[in-house]
């Protein structure tokens, strides 16, 4: 949105300024709406986990502002005269499922015809407007926490270059991107949680680097605590990477810090994209380890303390 003028709107609460997961808007002293629309590109061949993946990855934007879901619109092009109509199905049907199972309602949408598949939707939600939470609310003293691992990028680029079988795929990473972020969030809002946002496209270097910039502050990263998929890192030494990774690198080039001795390899995993990444969600470290026994306790297989808010001059500091 660079260039454009930011809305004047009283009543817009949250907007491009601080490049948040979504929109929120007050309609009343006690609701406001949330607004995000997201699509993606195949990660996977399989139609049906391609919906449940892009669908997760769409609602997670209402769950990162601390909100619930409640409609759903199908964003969708599709190549009809070059691919199979069932496989536009079964991608709606994953769709389907993953809005019922957040909650929501599937309410219709909007179909053209492309080159190359992409589906996603375009989300509304609800949040007490007292209630809202954005990526620039971290405070000097404050955890992060991370609610899934890393690394999903280069093994969906593995797959395609037949470096990692499709099934080691489904068995270890696939579950985890199709999972909702929302019993995360729902577990979080019960702790002082000061912000929140989702690990997606510019990977946990960008978002981390979104998260300082907004609350003005500096996050010290541990690497060792960061959790990676399986064989995330073996892909890369493998010579496989994604086409996000320099631009990612070089959007925070200007205010990243390395501190630790890495590969290339290692360091490649800061800039993995994600899709359908998990929460990074900022509270006082003194309810830090509370917050992780919670989360893991509302079945989640990953929530790890990955790093810390500081007072200094925003930037990342890899440690």
Request: charged content about 20%; overall charge negative.
């Amino acid at each position: 949105m660079q260039g454009l003028a930011p809305p004047t709107d009283p009543n817009l609460l949250v907007g491009f300024e601080t490049a948040d997961d979504a929109s929120v808007y007050r309609l009343t002293d006690e609701i406001a709406m949330i607004n995000t629309v997201d699509f993606i590109t195949p990660p996977v061949d399989d139609p049906y986990w391609f919906g449940q993946i892009s669908a997760a990855n769409s609602i997670s934007d209402v769950y990162s502002m601390g909100g619930r879901p409640l409609t759903a619109l199908n964003v969708v092009m599709f190549p009809a005269k070059h691919l199979d109509m069932g496989m536009l199905k079964e991608i709606l049907h994953g769709g389907h499922d993953k809005v019922v199972e957040a909650g929501a309602c599937l309410v219709g949408g909007h179909t053209v015809d492309d080159e190359e598949p992409k589906y996603g939707l375009c989300v509304n939600g609800v949040v007490h407007p007292d209630r809202i939470i954005t990526n620039a609310g971290g405070k000097p003293g404050d955890a992060l926490i991370l609610t899934k691992p890393l690394g999903s990028g280069v093994l969906f680029n593995a797959v395609r270059s037949g470096k990692l079988p499709f099934r080691d795929l489904e068995r270890d990473t696939l579950p985890s991107l199709a999972a909702l972020n929302g019993p995360a969030m729902e577990t979080a809002l019960k702790f002082d949680l000061h912000a929140a946002t989702d690990i997606t496209g510019f990977g946990i270097a960008g978002h981390v680097l979104e998260m300082a910039a907004g609350s003005c502050s500096r996050v010290i990263l541990s690497y060792d605590n960061l959790p990676f998929y399986n064989d995330a890192l073996r892909m890369y030494q493998k010579g496989e990477t994604t086409g996000s990774n320099k631009p990612n690198r070089k959007l925070v080039a200007d205010c990243l810090q390395i501190d630790k001795n890495l590969t290339d390899h290692e360091e490649q995993l800061l800039y993995d994209p994600q899709t359908s990444g998990g929460l990074l969600l900022a509270v006082p470290d003194s309810q830090a380890a509370e917050l992780i026994a919670a989360l893991k306790a509302a079945g989640l297989q990953t929530a790890v303390k990955v790093g810390e808010v500081t007072e200094d001059p925003y930037g990342i500091i890899v440690v």
